[in-house]
């Protein structure tokens, strides 16, 4: 290959990576797409130990629960809620349980306004605002007790602002609880999320949150993305590049 040959390459080349650096430079941060963490062995324990090491902080948490399973407000029981992350609930709602029956139910925030429908109720709060990046999904259900048994809790057909993210579902054994969770990471509000939930049991229902499932928003550390001076500085390396080597060209052609 001439050595011309090999300069224009080589300038075609420099040219190529500043033009792609300086569209990351352009190309705005919700590009992101949405991605699923694997958390199936994810443990209660373990959730706490994300917060307490500041890898995730809650933003507000939206939870579905047996509750009495009895539909009667001002029961001194909800049967949904729309909680802080400390655990305190700023709405909540009631409803009475069908043993297996499934419910549609939708999530939606807008970075200052959480609307949350589930069995035909739906509570509203104004009292969040802010980035939400990060969703943990959880599901629980409670060991098998004296006249109750088999519980279980699903979230099926799991759709997040379009894209469908499967299902997550726990059920109870003699002797065993189950504790499962799903992470959405890299998502921004807007958001909306959908599905379908249903609790069944055997005997006896469980009471309060033995039966119960969680959205906790929130936000986790953020991952390492190049930032917008790395980009830039790949675009001017690029650009400084390509005009260094005209230069060469020049002075070989005095």
């Known amino acids: 290959m001439s050595n ?10 420099l040219l190529a ?13 919700s590009a992101q797409a949405m ?12 959730f706490n130990t994300l917060i307490n090491k500041g890898e995730f902080s809650e933003l507000f ?31 909540a709602g009631d409803l009475a349980w069908g043993n297996g029956n499934v419910y549609d139910f939708s999530l939606m925030y807008d970075g200052s306004k959480v609307t949350y429908e589930l069995g035909g109720k739906t ?19 409670q060991e098998d007790r004296g006249n109750n ?4 809790v699903k979230l099926e057909d799991l759709v997040f602002n379009g894209e469908s993210i499967g299902s997550l579902s726990s059920l109870g054994a003699q ?25 069944s049991w055997t005997g006896n229902n469980p009471m309060r949150s ?14 390492s993305v190049p930032e917008p001076g790395t980009i830039g500085g790949i675009f001017i390396t690029g650009m400084t590049g390509l005009g260094l080597s005209k230069k060469n060209k020049k002075d070989e052609e005095i």
């Open 210 to 223: 033995n039966l119960a499932f969680q959205i906790k928003v929130g936000n986790s550390t953020p991952t």
């Open 61 to 91: 948490v939206a939870e579905g629960r047996i509750g009495d399973n009895n539909g009667r407000e001002n029961s001194g029981e909800r049967e949904l809620g729309i909680n802080t992350a400390t655990g305190a609930n700023v709405e």
């Open 149 to 152: 048994s088999n519980n279980s």
């Open 175 to 199: 002797n065993f609880e189950d504790v499962d969770y799903l992470q959405l990471t890299d998502i921004s509000e807007p958001f909306t999320l959908t599905g379908k939930t249903s609790m």
């Open 17 to 29: 990576l500043g033009v792609t650096a300086f569209g990351l430079l352009i190309a705005p941060n």
């Open 4 to 13: 011309l040959t090999k300069k224009i390459n080589a300038r075609n080349s």
């Open 123 to 141: 509570l509203i709060s104004n009292e969040f605002s802010g980035l939400a990046n990060s969703i943990f999904l959880r599901t629980f259900a």
């Open 35 to 46: 991605n699923l963490v694997n958390r199936t062995d994810l443990t209660d324990s373990d």
